[in-house]
């Protein structure tokens, strides 16, 4: 399947090159809606408390679990929104990075949105990734 990424000229370059401005699935694909997804492993152990990065890359690996159960690649994904607890520029690069060692050439560079947050569900949590991907996949 094919998802296109778009960075048009009447948009600004995307900032240090790490995601697309616009992606667009193709014509009747299916949406899948993935929940935030948090630092637990699947044994609900909480993975890297206090370590952004740690918990970066647990969160990334659910993430991918997730797609993977629907049926979908990370080149499936169309959007996704990374929730920062204590948000600063200096977190980019280590909460990129562990999603770049996640998907290695699979790092999907779609529309995403980084929010900082003061808190999350729960208080240990410092990063939720919630995403949309499409497929098109039989149900």
């Not at 995601?19 to 609900?44: F, K, M, N």
């Not at 204590?86 to 280590?94: F, K, N, R």
């Not at 996640?102 to 929010?115: I, N, Q, Y």
Request: glycine letters at 6%; a negative charge.
């Amino acid at each position: 399947m094919t998802v296109d990424h778009l960075n048009p000229e009447t948009l600004s370059p995307p900032v240090m090159d790490l995601y697309s401005q616009v992606t667009v699935g193709p014509p009747g694909a299916r949406l899948v809606a993935i929940a935030g997804q948090v630092a637990l492993d699947r044994d609900e152990v909480l993975v890297g408390p206090g370590d952004h990065a740690a918990q970066a890359e647990q969160v990334f690996l659910n993430l991918r679990a997730a797609l993977a159960a629907a049926g979908c690649t990370p080149a499936d994904l169309v959007k996704y929104t990374i929730h920062v607890v204590d948000s600063s520029p200096a977190l980019i690069e280590p909460i990129f990075a562990a999603a770049q060692r996640v998907f290695g050439d699979e790092f999907p560079k779609v529309a995403s949105t980084w929010l900082g947050v003061s808190s999350l569900g729960l208080p240990e949590w410092l990063i939720e990734v919630d995403a949309l991907a499409v497929t098109t996949a039989p149900a």
